[in-house]
């Protein structure tokens, strides 16, 4: 991609009505459009971010099993109205309107009841099940506070993903499955050093869901973390009661903040009763399914990286995340130099390397600050210098440290490898 012609141009003032770093330097650089508060829309550099995070959740869950379907966002009453989810109360989260042939409708905000109703038709004999089933979709939700940027909005992707087993045995195993590739797809995000498997509320059948918690300190939530073990607890569940079941010592702990990038549940018959999803076990019985729930937000996860990774200046994002994997910038005012880079441009390319290319006529200042901003962390230069030497300047921005390169595509591609780069993270950026 050519910096002249990307749609977004960076902005050097800092959004005033923006709190949270990450909504600061997203809207700055380019990746996300404010609508309203609490609500932001993606353009191309942010959705190509939020695609390679898309991309590793997706080869996780296939990886355990998960086949991807897409549920409607508009929902019918009926199906919520059966577990008691319909509800008019204080807390209200749902968006809802009219349909003008009568009756009322619901923005979707999670989908337990309209997949258990749909798994009607799928599930019968205890020979269809275990099944896993996940999604990408837009969640909307009335949320009361919106001062953390992208990491809590009214209209936001989630992955869900829902298991559905014969009994409780057969949930246990896939429950571990799950958390595992969970803290893979935050390990190849570049949070793995800074989440926890923490104990929190909500579990429906179990004394406890499990929360995947990245620290932070803009984090919405507090945890109790023992960094030995490298699990911790959520406030909402930390008594000495929880503490002594689950075998941690009150003096091992730290108190700290934490967002929530994840969440999964045990949910037993929660569902399956109310909603009579059941199979006929294999003496002719018929039981209720045995259900659990698994969310990720991946703008979240963005969010949660770019206070993670990013300064008042600007960012330098994980490799795996990053719009582009290396940011080339053309310096000088010589014909030959800007040729020379934009030779190197399409050789890079035709590699299969994911770059952009800033081949603007604007200053070496105004594209550094751009380089720093946008956070892509690798940096190419050719300048008049590099060029008279026949070499590139190659800059890992996250782990530093500057080298000359010759400019051949395959001594460049064996640099960015060693820096983390892999083809298969472009495939759908
Ligand atoms: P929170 O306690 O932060 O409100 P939650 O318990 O309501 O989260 P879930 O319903 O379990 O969250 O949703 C699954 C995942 O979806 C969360 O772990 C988080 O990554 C993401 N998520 C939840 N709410 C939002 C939101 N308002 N904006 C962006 N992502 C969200
Ligand atoms: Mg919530």
Redesign the pocket.
């Known amino acids: 991609m050519k910096q002249s012609v990307l749609v977004t141009k960076t902005r050097k003032e800092v959004p005033v009505d923006e709190v949270a770093r990450n909504a600061k330097l997203l809207i700055r650089a380019g990746y996300i459009h404010k609508t309203m508060a609490g609500v932001y829309s993606f353009l191309p550099l942010g959705l190509r971010s939020l695609e390679k995070i898309i991309r590793i959740i997706r080869e996780e869950m296939i990886s355990i099993g998960g086949q991807e379907l897409s549920m409607s966002g508009l929902q019918s009453p009926d199906v919520w109205e059966k577990s008691g989810r319909w509800g008019d109360d204080a807390d209200e989260i749902w968006f809802r309107s009219h349909l003008s042939a009568g009756g009322d409708v619901g923005f979707g905000w999670?989908h337990e009841e309209p997949v258990t109703e749909m798994m009607r038709n799928h599930i019968h004999s205890y020979r269809d099940v275990p099944l896993y089933v996940y999604q990408f979709q837009t969640k909307f939700?009335n949320?009361k506070r919106a001062k953390s940027g992208i990491?809590?909005?009214r209209e936001?992707m989630?992955k869900d993903l829902y298991s559905f087993c014969a009994d409780e045995e057969q949930h246990a195993v896939f429950y571990e499955q799950c958390a595992e590739a969970y803290m893979r797809v935050f390990t190849r995000v570049g949070l793995g050093d800074d989440t926890y498997r923490t104990f929190a509320s909500g579990g429906a059948f179990s004394d406890f869901s499990d929360e995947f918690q990245t620290v932070i300190p803009a984090g919405?939530d507090t945890i109790y973390l023992d960094p030995k073990k490298k699990i911790a607890v959520n406030e909402e569940v930390c008594t000495d009661e929880t503490l002594e079941k689950i075998g941690l010592q009150k003096n091992d702990l730290e108190r700290v903040a934490a967002s929530?990038?994840?969440?999964i549940f045990t949910l037993g018959t929660k569902y399956s009763e109310p909603l009579d999803l059941t199979y006929t076990d294999a003496h002719g019985k018929p039981q209720p399914v045995f259900m659990g729930s698994y969310?990720?937000?991946p703008?979240?996860l963005l969010g949660v990286i770019v206070e993670k990774y990013g300064e008042d200046s600007g960012m330098s994002l994980p490799m795996s995340v990053a719009p582009f994997s290396a940011h080339l910038i053309a310096l000088g005012d010589s014909k030959e130099t800007f040729t020379a880079a934009d030779m190197l441009y399409r050789m890079l390319q035709e590699h299969g390397l994911d770059v952009l290319f800033d081949d603007r006529d604007v200053s070496a200042g105004e594209k550094f600050a751009d380089c720093d901003l946008i956070g892509i962390p690798v940096r190419l230069v050719v300048s008049d210098k590099t060029h008279a030497q026949k070499k590139v300047e190659f800059t890992d921005k996250v782990n530093g440290g500057e080298r000359l390169l010759d400019t051949t595509p395959d001594g460049i591609l064996s640099a960015m490898k060693e820096v983390g780069f892999s083809p298969i993270q472009q495939a759908y950026a």
């Open positions: 999670t939700r949320e990491m809590r909005t936001f989630m919405e929530e990038v994840g969440n969310g990720i937000g703008a979240r």
